[in-house]
T-cell receptor, first 113, second 114 residues
Framework: GDSVTQMEGPVTLSEEAFLTINCTYT??????LFWYVQYPGEGLQLLLK?????DKGSNKGFEATYRKETTSFHLEKGSVQVSDSAVYFC????????????FGKGTHLIIQP | GAGVSQSPSNKVTEKGKDVELRCDPI?????LYWYRQSLGQGLEFLIY????????KSGLPSDRFSAERTGGSVSTLTIQRTQQEDSAVYLC????????????FGQGTRLTVV
């Protein structure tokens, strides 16, 4: 079956540091890939997505590129802020949309001033 | 409403009791999903409703779990004869349509079975 593996953390960085959160996946077909973010006390929000190989999703300074050859969708940001502290979830959907999303276990990111 | 609303936000129940969790999706969204987030686990898909079609129940963990969506809007997730392993955060999400679209999540209901 489908699965998503991501570093679990917590990941602690200083403000303005470079961020990478690794995500790899296993799927039988050609899934769409997503990063969701959960800020403290809030619901999950879609951060970015990519629907086919070599697509780059970007939002709020975050980027992730759909790498079919390495089955990866690593999340990156050049300079993190304290307000980026949250739990980040990598996810895939084989059916193209948001139904039947398979999530990773989440990565807790802590940014220190 | 402005977002997906879930109630209650917290629920503590005794083992063996039935519980009902409610989800109000964003107005006009035809697709509605239930997920479960257990401690130390990722989010687990439970059930999916699309318009008036038969729901996709493939993620429900046992026959103690059921869900309804009345009038294509509000949904209720029912857990019968709750067990301690049912303790989790139950998340509801909705989207405007199924394909290639963003799902908006509610803040969840934290269920604790004691």
């Amino acid at each position: 079956g489908d699965s998503v593996t991501q570093m679990e953390g917590p990941v602690t960085l200083s403000e303005e540091a470079f961020l990478t959160i690794n995500c790899t996946y296993t799927a039988t077909g050609y899934p769409s890939l997503f990063w969701y973010v959960q800020y403290p006390g809030e619901g999950l929000q879609l951060l970015l997505k990519a629907t086919k190989a070599d697509d780059k999703g970007s939002n709020k300074g975050f980027e992730a590129t759909y790498r079919k050859e390495t089955t990866s969708f690593h999340l990156e940001k050049g300079s993190v802020q304290v307000s980026d502290s949250a739990v980040y979830f990598c996810a895939l959907s084989e059916r193209g949309g948001a139904d039947g999303l398979t999530f990773g276990k989440g990565t807790h990111l802590i940014i220190q001033p | 409403g402005a977002g997906v609303s879930q109630s209650p936000s917290n629920k503590v129940t005794e083992k063996g009791k039935d519980v009902e969790l409610r989800c109000d999706p964003i107005s006009g969204h035809t697709a509605l999903y239930w997920y479960r987030q257990s401690l130390g686990q990722g989010l687990e898909f439970l059930i999916y409703f699309q318009g008036n079609s038969a729901p996709d129940k493939s993620g429900l963990p046992s026959d103690r779990f059921s869900a309804e969506r009345t009038g294509g809007s509000v949904s209720t997730l029912t857990i019968q004869r709750t067990q301690q392993e049912d303790s989790a955060v139950y998340l509801c999400a909705s989207s405007a349509e199924r394909m290639n679209t963003e799902a908006f999540f509610g803040q969840g209901t934290r269920l604790t079975v004691v």
